[in-house]
């Protein structure tokens, strides 16, 4: 006979998220949760943008999490610099940026704001600008506007080779997700109960050379 777990309480995973936060070593400040119907709200101050994706990334993992508000402010220490001077990191972190083309992606800074344009040919490379330029002390928020490169005519196989990556995926189960194809455009829709899971569909929509946009309407059910 299969055991199934209680859904856990509200209680339960605020004190959850809690000792995972202290768990967490890339995560310094002084983070309050509330939760509410699994809904978890995040206030406190962290030092930079990579703590904060830290701290979301942790509450995230939690087993009863089913939605994350993030209620956090970015408190930088110390003098912060000019826009002339993070902008000059910014340009030397994308030049040391593995596996990006040079000059194909544009910039501005503006109260430390980061606008960032340009072409690229993947999704894992607009993701790595972003979270490089994240890693930069002083920058206050990235506006990732980056597109990608126009995709290739729609291939007849595009949705099959995708349920094909599913299949293949130990994360996943293939037959809790629906995939459709409209051009160069997929929309996934299903009910997973894991937040791994929901990152790994998504990735794997992604990798397609044929796909330029993906909707992503799967829910997030606890079980």
């Given at each position: 006979?299969?055991m199934?777990?209680?859904?856990?309480?509200?209680?339960?995973?605020?004190?959850?998220?809690?000792?995972?936060?202290?768990w967490?070593?890339?995560?310094?400040?002084?983070?309050?949760?509330?939760?509410?119907?699994?809904?978890?709200?995040?206030?406190?101050?962290?030092?930079?943008?990579?703590?904060?994706?830290?701290?979301?990334?942790?509450?995230?993992?939690?087993?009863g999490?089913?939605?994350?508000?993030?209620?956090?402010?970015?408190?930088?220490?110390?003098?912060?610099?000019?826009?002339?001077?993070?902008?000059?990191?910014?340009?030397?972190?994308?030049?040391?940026?593995?596996?990006?083309?040079?000059?194909?992606?544009?910039f501005?800074?503006r109260?430390?704001?980061?606008?960032?344009?340009?072409?690229?040919?993947?999704?894992?490379?607009r993701?790595?600008?972003?979270?490089?330029?994240?890693?930069?002390?002083?920058?206050?928020?990235?506006?990732?506007?980056?597109?990608?490169?126009?995709?290739?005519a729609?291939?007849?196989?595009?949705?099959?080779?995708?349920?094909?990556?599913?299949?293949?995926?130990?994360?996943?189960?293939?037959?809790?997700?629906?995939?459709?194809?409209?051009?160069?455009?997929?929309?996934?829709?299903?009910?997973?109960?894991?937040?791994?899971?929901?990152?790994?569909?998504?990735?794997?929509?992604?990798?397609?050379?044929?796909?330029?946009?993906?909707?992503n309407?799967?829910?997030?059910?606890?079980?």
């Amino acid at each position: 006979m299969t055991m199934t777990q209680p859904s856990p309480t509200d209680t339960t995973i605020r004190n959850s998220v809690r000792d995972e936060l202290e768990w967490a070593p890339d995560v310094h400040g002084e983070i309050t949760v509330e939760v509410t119907d699994g809904t978890v709200t995040l206030t406190g101050v962290v030092n930079d943008l990579a703590e904060r994706r830290a701290v979301l990334t942790a509450a995230i993992r939690v087993r009863g999490v089913s939605l994350v508000c993030d209620a956090l402010t970015v408190d930088h220490q110390g003098l912060p610099r000019t826009d002339t001077e993070v902008a000059a990191r910014v340009h030397n972190v994308l030049m040391w940026t593995t596996n990006l083309p040079r000059d194909a992606v544009r910039f501005s800074v503006r109260d430390h704001v980061v606008l960032v344009t340009g072409t690229l040919d993947w999704e894992y490379e607009r993701q790595a600008v972003q979270r490089a330029i994240e890693r930069i002390v002083d920058v206050a928020r990235v506006e990732n506007q980056i597109t990608l490169s126009q995709r290739p005519a729609a291939a007849p196989d595009t949705r099959d080779r995708i349920l094909q990556a599913l299949l293949r995926n130990a994360l996943i189960d293939a037959a809790d997700v629906a995939v459709e194809v409209c051009g160069d455009a997929v929309t996934l829709t299903g009910v997973i109960s894991t937040w791994d899971e929901m990152r790994e569909v998504d990735r794997i929509a992604w990798s397609s050379p044929h796909v330029a946009v993906v909707h992503n309407n799967i829910v997030l059910r606890i079980r």
